[in-house]
Nanobody, 119 residues
Framework: QVQLVESGGGLVQPGGSLSLSCAVSGSISSIYFMAWYRQAPGKQRESVATIDSGGSTAYADSGKGRFTISTSNAKNMVYLQMNSLKPEDTAVYHC?????????????WGQGTQVTVSS
């Protein structure tokens, strides 16, 4: 079975940086895209960054210019480099892989890693 395990979260001061990693075990035949989502308490889950099978990336306005998503060549790892962190970046960050299932699609999700930006 496929498993996604995030790491790299923690407590950081405003203006600091964190690098999140997502380790993907098992094989996924057809990936549409890989992504990072986040959810803060009392707020809706939101997409932070995506990278498709061709390597094209897209970012939410909230992280544009500060966040960078990348993958290993084998797509066994997904990374999110976060710079110039703000308190509003505080959330649980989840790794996501959307893949083809029959003629539709489905998602794998990691357990999440907590990012707290505070003085």
């Amino acid at each position: 079975q496929v498993q996604l395990v995030e790491s790299g979260g923690g407590l950081v001061q405003p203006g600091g940086s964190l690098s999140l990693s997502c380790a993907v075990s098992g094989s996924i035949s057809s990936i549409y895209f890989m992504a990072w989502y986040r959810q803060a308490p009392g707020k809706q889950r939101e997409s932070v960054a995506t990278i498709d099978s061709g390597g094209s990336t897209a970012y939410a306005d909230s992280g544009k210019g500060r966040f960078t998503i990348s993958t290993s060549n084998a797509k066994n790892m997904v990374y999110l480099q976060m710079n110039s962190l703000k308190p509003e970046d505080t959330a649980v960050y989840h790794c996501n892989v959307r893949f083809r299932q029959n003629r539709g699609w489905s998602d794998y999700w990691g357990q999440g890693t907590q990012v707290t930006v505070s003085s």
